[in-house]
């Protein structure tokens, strides 16, 4: 099993054996009900269908129609993890915590922070025309030139401009799990992640 869906619930700090300060976020991870197995033989790639949280209301009737059959309580969130072999997992099988352990790196994948549309000192750090010379006296934050007249005529794919920021899928690596508490099902993970707080992120092993 790759990874497990979990909740953010914010930032912290954590002292080390040594009295050294870490910074942490605190995830909620599981549990993770397995909704469905997808195999090669009946699907044509191996995966793990796992759900997240338990959705009392607005369930869509096909969804709900699923989860009877399934005999599973609808959840919020649900995520596919494709793996090699799908070993003994069934549908029912719940995942926790414990599935990771203190010390390993592991990934985690989620949707970053949405700014909404930004110029473009904020959404790619360009640092103005440095002053009010030249007559510069209402263009400093603008973007400047995007392209010559004569050639090429046009502006090139990929220029460097306002628009829409944040609100996309971000994966960080390398990071460190540096507690787990089992009995609240929370993993204590080094540095930042990806999202606002209560967002689902993927917490996958390396």
Known sequence: ???LIGKKLGMSRIYT?????????????????????????KHGYNAVQLGFGVKAKRVRKPDAGLYKKLNLEPAVVVREFRLDEVGEL????????????????????????????????????????????????????????????SYPSRVFRGQRMAGRTGNDKVTIANLKVMKVILDKNVVLVKGAIPGAVNSYVELIKK
Do not use: Y
């Not at 054996?17 to 909704?35: A, F, H, R, S, Y």
């Not at 203190?102 to 970053?112: A, D, F, N, P, T």
């Not at 904020?122 to 400093?140: E, I, N």
């Open 1 to 3: 099993m790759p990874g």
């Open 17 to 41: 054996e040594d009295g050294n300060i870490v910074p942490v976020t605190v995830i909620e991870v599981g549990p993770c009900k397995v909704l469905q197995v997808r195999t090669i033989e």
């Open 90 to 149: 069934k549908s029912g099988d719940e995942l926790k915590a414990d599935f990771f352990t203190e010390g390993e790196k592991i990934k985690v994948r989620g949707m970053s922070k949405g700014k909404g549309f930004q110029g473009v000192m904020r959404r790619h750090g360009f640092g103005g025309v440095g002053g009010t010379t030249h007559g510069q006296s209402d263009r400093l934050r603008a973007p400047g030139s995007i392209g010559a007249s």
